[in-house]
């Protein structure tokens, strides 16, 4: 039986921490068009189980008394990751309408020219590689957003697996 408090509850919980881990994604994104050659950005992304899992536990002590079920957990991070992905879909939407001015088209252009050797060594055309950029950079920027969304979804859900498997408490702590 579901408690309809408790989901109320558990989606409050994941809109703000879906919000925060919109934040770290918009910096990890912003760090990573504007200054590609630092790491950083991409250390904030690769952050993103370490967030959920880290609000999961915020969820958990606060709200819950210390206590919380896989499936409760695995919810949890779900609904995170999927407030966080509209989120970010917004930004990434605004950021292609009025703000990319071809940034985006000339990172991509520098990593194709940069990798092309790597890429030949794979068996793979430099005619190939760039018929891919041309249709990435045709798309609008409603659907390059659909597309991050659905990509960052999947992502969350398999990402909540382990996330919730490591969150779980069925004894609070003394």
Same mark, same amino acid.
Request: glycine residues 6%; positive net charge.
């Given at each position: ?16 921490? $879906?919000?925060?881990?919109?934040? %770290? #994604? ?14 950083? $950005? ?11 899992? #880290? ?11 210390? +206590? /919380? ?19 970010? %879909? ?11 001015? !071809? ?8 990593? /194709?020219?940069?990798?092309? @050797?790597?890429?030949?060594?794979? $068996?793979?055309? @430099?005619?190939?590689?760039? %018929? %891919? ?5 045709? +798309?609008?920027? /409603? ?12 992502? !969350? ?18």
């Amino acid at each position: 039986m579901i408690d309809a408090t408790a989901l109320v509850q558990l989606k409050a919980f994941a809109r703000q921490d $879906g919000a925060i881990l919109a934040l %770290a #994604w918009t910096a990890s994104f912003a760090l990573i068009v504007y200054s590609p050659q630092y790491s950083l $950005g991409n250390l904030l992304a690769l952050a993103t189980p370490f967030i959920v899992g #880290w609000r999961l536990s915020r969820f958990r002590d606060y709200a819950l008394g210390g +206590l /919380i079920s896989f499936r409760r957990g695995f919810a949890f991070s779900c609904y995170t990751f999927f407030y966080a992905s509209l989120a970010f %879909a917004l930004v990434q939407y605004l950021y292609f309408t009025f703000l990319d001015n !071809g940034r985006m088209e000339d990172m991509l252009d520098n990593t /194709i020219r940069i990798m092309t @050797p790597i890429y030949k060594e794979q $068996g793979i055309s @430099p005619k190939e590689l760039n %018929a %891919a950029a041309e249709v990435l950079t045709s +798309l609008s920027p /409603i659907y390059i957003a659909i597309t991050f969304m659905m990509q960052n979804l999947f992502i !969350g859900l398999l990402l909540s697996l382990p996330v919730a498997l490591f969150g779980r408490r069925s004894k609070p702590r003394l």
